[in-house]
Structures are given as C-alpha cells and as structure tokens.
C-alpha cells in the first residue's frame, strides 16, 4: 500500500510537469516562430523484490508509476503573416536562419531583422548577426555601410528604337536626362525635323533645359531604315563634361504611318549618386539593394541551416536553437529547394495548436485527479489496517 501512494505521487509529479510544459504551449500561443513542445508519459518499470519477497504481477517485475518524457519539439510550420517591413523575413519550408555573436552560432525561425549602428544586419532586439555564404560556402558576417550608395556612371550612349514617320516633318523627346562622371545630372530636348521635299534626311538637334544648343547632326534613311553612315552620332557638352552617342543602329524604322512617330530613347546609359531605397531579400534567397539611382546589388545569399536530426537542438529563449554539433548539418542558400524559399514582409507565426493543447490540459486534469485518488484510497486502507489492532 505505501508503494501505491508512491506510484500515485509519481503520477502527481509527471501530470504537474506536463501542466509546465502545455502552459508553456499555450502562453506562447502568440510568439513570432515559437515552436511547441510536444507532451507524452512513459511507464516507469523495473524488477521489484524486498527480502525476496515479489511484490511485481507474477513475472518478476513491477510498474513503479508514470514520468514524463523529455519534450520533444514540434518543428512544424506555422502560419506566415503578412507584415509592412522589408526585412521581416520567413522561411517557407524546412531550415533555420544562422546568426552569429561571436564564436557562437545560434539558429532561428524568428525572421525580424533590422540594421544596427555598426552596420551589420541583426535579429531585432539583440546583437545577433545574421549571416551570409561567403564564396566558399561558409556563414559570414554582413556589413552594408560599405554599398550604402550607388556610384555615378557618366551617360556615354541613347540607344533608339521605333518608328520615325516618313510624313511627319518634325517629332520631339523633351525630357532626356543625361550624367556626367559626377553624376550631375542635364536634361536635353532631342528635335527630329526635315524639309517637306526630302522624307529620308533628318536633322537632329539637342538643346538643354536652358536653351543653349548642345549641337545638331544629320540622321540619314536607307528606305525604311537607317543609313549605315549616320547610325551613331556624337555630341559633346564640354561645358558640363558630356561626350554621348547617339544609337540608331537597332530597331529603328521610318515608315509612312499618318504624323504619327513612335521613336523613343528606351536605354539611357548612365546613373546619379543613389542611396539606399530598399533593402530586402530577392527572388533567388539574396539580398539585395535598391538604390534611389534604380540600380541594384546583390549582397549575398541568406545561409539557410539544414538539420537531418532538428531533435539534437537545445532550444534557447527568443526562438532561439543552438546545436550540440553531433547533428548531421548543412548550410545552403535559400534557392536549394531542401530548406525552401524566404519570403520578405512575412514572420512566421507560433505553430500551437490551441485545441490540441486543450485536450490535453483535460487529460493531464484527470491523470492528476486519479493518481490523487490512488493517494486517498491507499491511506484509507492504512488507516483501516491500523485499526485492526483495537478490534482484536
């Protein structure tokens, strides 16, 4: 009977600890990328004799009562939220994001990242850094102070394409904008215009927002397209350090099509000083610049943790895991389809399910209020059998 009330107490001690870990669950029910612990009970069992007495079932043995198993963690995926930051980051698949502080490595599924002071791109609310693949495959550090701005590119060529009407005598681009080497930036007014009796020479002007001509050339037609001779022509602003060609050499045609031109100047080289007007991760798992010049830079690929036993990780508090190094791992770029894709302006959701835990809240309520019960009966039988003495 005393061995009842120590199996009841076992049960007493395991229902309690299952209640820690389902309050834990359910407490974190709205904690970005928390991961449940999964709750289960094991019976406790060994070989039970005193004096060579067998207080076990006829076979030798005896339960000793329930514990509760170490928890295991349930790594599925929880919902991905829409979120208005850039670099609020999800995983959708399988993989960890890998930061660093230090010499130590931490793995997590918690995606809000933001630039600190240094420079480098961090977990929000701590020092972790996240980390990149290096040429080499290796998890490395970022630092973006070094591509906060885009350097200028001086404008050297217009390239044209489309139509040039035949019974038009004059067409306009208004608003080209060009650079020079400083990134300083002119805007010209290109003039297409021709005699009435001659459809296939044009006279082309360019005179800047001011008004002072920059030059004018003669752009000649072969039939419907351009000229050989006159396909490029250059112009040069000394006084704004300018030297540009002009490109007809491709896709550009003068057909009879009413007063109506269709020309256009779809690639202007060159660029101004940009800053940054955008950081997030792109297509391919990178990230990636943009820059208030349009311009773009890849800054390296996300390092996305692998784990061929997830188990093996020692979970840390702010959804963080470290490994204990026994675990098959690989480190990979988020375009591998093992670890999925990472998506921007999403955060991974807590993965509990409330129902569930609630269930098992009722179980663990009647496992407790049984073994409570074993408790009660076996002292009442004690008490009985104390009494028996004053009956003889």
Known sequence: MFGAIYIGLSGLTAYSNGLKAVSNNVSNLNTTGFK??????????????????????????????????????????????????????????????????GEQTYYTRTGSFAVNEEGYIVLSGTDYRLAVLDDD???????????????????????????????????????????????????????????????????????????????????????????????????????????????????VTSFSSGSVSTMRAPEVAGNPVGTIAKLAINQDGKLEISYTNEKKKELGAVAIADFREPQRLEQRSNGLFVSDGYGQQQLLPASDPRVGSILSKRLEASNVDLSGQFGDLILIQRGFQASSQIISVSNDMIQQLFGIRGQG
């Open 36 to 101: 449940s612990a999964n709750v289960t009970f094991s019976d406790i069992y060994g070989t039970g004799s005193s004096g060579g007495l067998d207080y076990g079932y006829g076979f030798g043995g005896s339960g000793h009562g329930v514990g509760l198993n170490a928890p295991t963690i349930n790594f599925s995926q929880g919902e991905l939220r829409q979120t208005d930051r850039d670099l609020d980051l999800a995983i959708d698949g399988n993989g960890f994001f890998v930061l660093q502080d």
């Open 137 to 251: 495959g290796r998890p490395v550090s970022l630092n973006i102070d070094s591509a906060r701005t885009s350097a200028p590119a001086a404008t050297d060529r217009i390239k044209f394409a489309d139509n040039l009407s035949t019974t038009a005598t004059s067409y306009t681009l208004p608003d080209v904008k060009v650079y020079n080497a400083r990134g300083t930036e002119s805007v010209w007014k290109i003039a297409f215009s021709r005699t009435e009796t001659v459809s296939d020479v044009w006279t082309v002007k360019i005179t800047d927002a001011k008004g002072r001509d920059i030059g004018s050339k003669t752009l000649k037609f072969s039939g419907s397209t351009v000229d050989p001779t006159t396909s490029t022509l250059l112009f040069e602003d000394s006084a704004n350090g300018l030297s540009v060609t002009l490109d007809f050499s491709a896709n």
